[in-house]
């Protein structure tokens, strides 16, 4: 019954237009209060979940994106690695690879370029 509760209230929200963050954070948190918990669990999870290390990494790897295409070196790689492999077959899927692997080596992402 719970699920039903989650999903109808997440549901409604979304046929009336409220934004996907709050249908989330309303439709779990009634589904808390259905299940008779106390509501401070909420907050507790929530700050759990906050406090994990290695998520810091994930704004900061958008705001090196957002560096890179305001400096001009997103372009400048993607014009590379087209005239690298866009030559090939299926040149727009190689340089799609290409691009991939070289944002991957210059962020450090290990899983950016497998």
């Excluded at 046929?15 to 106390?38: D, K, R």
């Excluded at 401070?40 to 290390?53: A, D, E, W, Y």
């Excluded at 040149?91 to 290409?98: E, R």
């Amino acid at each position: 019954m719970e699920l039903w509760i989650l999903f109808g209230v997440f549901t409604l929200l979304m046929l009336i237009g409220t934004p996907i963050a709050f249908c989330l954070g309303v439709a779990s948190f009634a589904t808390v209060l259905y299940m008779g918990l106390p509501p401070l669990i909420v907050f507790q999870r929530l700050n759990s979940g906050m406090s994990v290390f290695s998520l810091l990494a994930i704004p900061f790897f958008i705001y090196a994106g957002d560096f890179m295409v305001r400096g001009g070196i997103a372009s400048k790689i993607v014009a590379f690695a087209g005239s690298l492999v866009g030559h090939l077959r299926g040149g727009l899927g190689q340089v799609n690879i290409a691009t991939a692997t070289l944002f991957g080596g210059i962020s450090g992402s290990a899983v950016a370029e497998a």
